[in-house]
């Protein structure tokens, strides 16, 4: 008995379905295939979008990454990425010019957000002396003629928002915002 109750159900499911030339007919949804494939389009251009930020280096390492500040002036010279990678290595490159010379010393001030957030590994050349006080480093390099260039290595250790300071005595400060991305 248990085996005519299953011939039974499967019958009657059988005939339910529409059949055409013997061929059994699926049934079709226009409506919901259309925006399927609006969602498809949609999805390839965030993909696609995504790329080319990525290539101009909207997280790191492009175009859109580096940056420039320059004192007015003439003392800072400073290019560095606004846009970083955490745990990888970048170099905050500054070059001083003749009002930042005094008796082939040049003074740099370099706050302590530089050390801290943004992982500050050497700087090059090494300085003749460092000066700890008022919120960050002040260093004394040997220099003979103007530009002097001084480079900071940098590795930032966690993701985030981080302002910096660079100034040189006597000069106005300049300040900027490095984002650090995982």
Same mark, same amino acid.
């Given at each position: 008995?248990?085996?005519?109750?299953?011939?039974?159900?499967?019958?009657?499911?059988?005939?339910?379905?529409?059949?055409?030339?013997?061929?059994?007919?699926?049934?079709?949804?226009?409506?919901?295939?259309?925006?399927?494939?609006?969602?498809?389009?949609?999805?390839?251009?965030?993909?696609?979008?995504?790329?080319?930020?990525?290539?101009?280096?909207?997280?790191?390492?492009?175009?859109?990454?580096?940056?420039?500040?320059?004192?007015?002036?003439?003392?800072?010279?400073? #290019?560095? %990425?606004?846009?970083? *990678?955490?745990?990888? &290595?970048?170099?905050?490159?500054?070059? @001083? $010019?003749? /009002?930042?010379?005094?008796?082939?010393?040049?003074?740099?001030?370099?706050?302590?957000?530089?050390?801290?957030?943004?992982?500050?590994?050497?700087?090059?050349?090494?300085?003749?002396?460092?000066?700890?006080?008022?919120?960050?480093?002040?260093?004394?390099?040997?220099?003979?003629?103007?530009?002097? #260039?001084? %480079?900071?290595?940098? *590795?930032?250790?966690? &993701?985030?928002?981080?302002?910096?300071? @660079? $100034?040189? /005595?006597?000069?106005?400060?300049?300040?900027?915002?490095?984002?650090?991305?995982?």
């Amino acid at each position: 008995m248990m085996r005519l109750a299953s011939v039974s159900r499967t019958a009657a499911v059988e005939e339910s379905i529409e059949k055409v030339n013997e061929e059994v007919a699926v049934g079709e949804d226009l409506g919901f295939q259309r925006g399927w494939w609006r969602f498809e389009r949609a999805t390839w251009v965030f993909f696609c979008l995504l790329l080319v930020a990525d290539l101009a280096g909207a997280f790191g390492r492009g175009p859109l990454a580096n940056a420039t500040l320059k004192s007015g002036d003439g003392t800072l010279d400073v #290019s560095y %990425e606004r846009i970083e *990678r955490s745990d990888t &290595p970048s170099m905050l490159k500054i070059k @001083l $010019g003749s /009002p930042a010379l005094h008796a082939g010393i040049a003074t740099l001030y370099v706050s302590q957000s530089v050390v801290d957030a943004l992982g500050a590994e050497r700087i090059i050349p090494q300085p003749l002396s460092t000066t700890i006080g008022h919120g960050g480093l002040t260093y004394q390099f040997a220099a003979t003629a103007p530009p002097a #260039s001084v %480079e900071i290595a940098l *590795r930032p250790g966690s &993701p985030g928002l981080f302002g910096f300071a @660079l $100034g040189v /005595p006597g000069s106005d400060t300049l300040r900027a915002r490095v984002a650090v991305v995982p």
